[in-house]
């Protein structure tokens, strides 16, 4: 019985090379030689091409190789009763930290105005935003979210929080559910989207949501392109209601030479680079979650169906 690798878009040798390390034994074959369909229990994926699963009768798990599964459920083909599963890792969580910290001081130092006078070369002093003032909003208090929050709170930002159930969280205000998405966005001036894609979230961050923005808002989606609505961010950035964003994320990836983000002076933009997997940080608890499957073990970090992350 084997694992398979089924992602086309990144490099096989160094997954590899660390998944073997974990278990000299470990039978670990590459898509698309994944030898008799049968023998496939345990399939590794980011990007599969859709439909492929149906070709393997034995599968036990699912395993994404990042923390989003929506490159898995979006499969039609998937199939029922698999558990899904996917990365929980320190140091991607702190690399979404990171990242997210990066954009809230870009924007609350100038820093983004600051590259456009110098490409001007223009000599204009601005003032920061002052931090205890600029409340930031962070929709998603999962992982990410939590970790994030907790961050930007050392930084003396006074945080808040959106998620689908109630959490307690010290030092952050926590808003839940769709009926208090309104008072949350009302006192967010930073809006932070670390939510997973699912059909609730599709599509989230569109102009009923920036309305409730305060203007000169600033948005910073980092979770998935599909969140958010472009044309109603170009609305609301070209109307000055909101006074940028920062986009790690797009609907299509790359993105297209001719979208008109890339040059838009209120969009800072990086290419899906937020937090990268690193296969020696992972590589462990993918095997032991094929050694939890093979031994009929739940296996760690599983997907609830049902709500889709
Ligand atoms: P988690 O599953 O740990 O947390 C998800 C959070 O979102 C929870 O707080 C959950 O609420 C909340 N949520 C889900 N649905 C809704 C909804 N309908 N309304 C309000 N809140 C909702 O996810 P992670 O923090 O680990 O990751 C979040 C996403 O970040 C991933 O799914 C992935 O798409 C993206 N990501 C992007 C990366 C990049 O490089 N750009 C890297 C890694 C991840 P509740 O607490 O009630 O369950």
Redesign the pocket.
């Known amino acids: 019985m084997a694992m398979l690798f089924m992602a086309p878009g990144l490099k096989a040798a160094s997954w590899v090379e660390h998944l073997q390390a974990q278990d000299p034994g470990l039978d670990l074959r590459v898509w698309p030689n994944s030898g008799p369909p049968e023998e496939i229990e345990f399939i590794l994926c980011w990007k599969h091409p859709l439909g492929e699963f149906r070709k393997y009768p034995n599968l036990k798990c699912i395993a994404s190789l990042?923390?989003?599964v929506?490159h898995i459920l979006r499969d039609p083909g998937l199939p029922p009763g698999v558990p899904v599963v996917r990365l929980?890792d320190e140091a991607?969580t702190r690399a979404?930290s990171e990242y997210v910290v990066a954009a809230v001081l870009n924007h609350t130092r100038r820093f983004n105005l600051f590259r456009q006078d110098q490409a001007e070369k223009v000599w204009k002093p601005r003032s920061s935003l002052h931090t205890p003032e600029v409340h930031v909003g962070i929709?998603?208090?999962?992982?990410?979210?939590r970790h994030a929050a907790a961050t930007l709170r050392l930084l003396g930002f006074p945080v808040a929080g959106?998620?689908?159930?109630a959490?307690q969280i010290e030092g952050v205000e926590c808003f839940?559910g769709p009926k208090r998405l309104d008072e949350f966005l009302a006192r967010t001036d930073i809006l932070v989207c670390?939510?997973?894609?699912?059909p609730?979230?599709r599509d989230i961050l569109d102009r009923r949501v920036f309305a409730r923005l305060p203007s000169g808002a600033y948005l910073i989606n980092?979770?998935?392109g599909d969140h958010l609505v472009e044309e109603d961010l170009l609305a609301a950035l070209d109307s000055g209601h909101l006074s940028g964003a920062c986009l790690?994320?797009f609907r299509t990836e790359p993105l297209p030479e001719a979208h008109p983000f890339w040059s838009h002076p209120g969009i800072a933009l990086t290419p899906?680079?937020?937090?990268h997997t690193y296969p020696a940080d992972v590589a462990p608890q993918i095997v032991e979650n094929y050694r939890r499957v093979r031994s009929g073990q739940a296996p760690l970090n599983r997907i609830d169906m049902d709500k889709g992350?």
Do not use: N
């Open positions: 990042g923390f989003g929506d929980v991607m979404m929709m998603g208090l999962g992982t990410l979210g959106w998620s689908r159930t959490r839940a670390l939510l997973p894609l699912t609730a979230t980092a979770a998935r790690d994320v899906h680079s937020a937090s992350y």
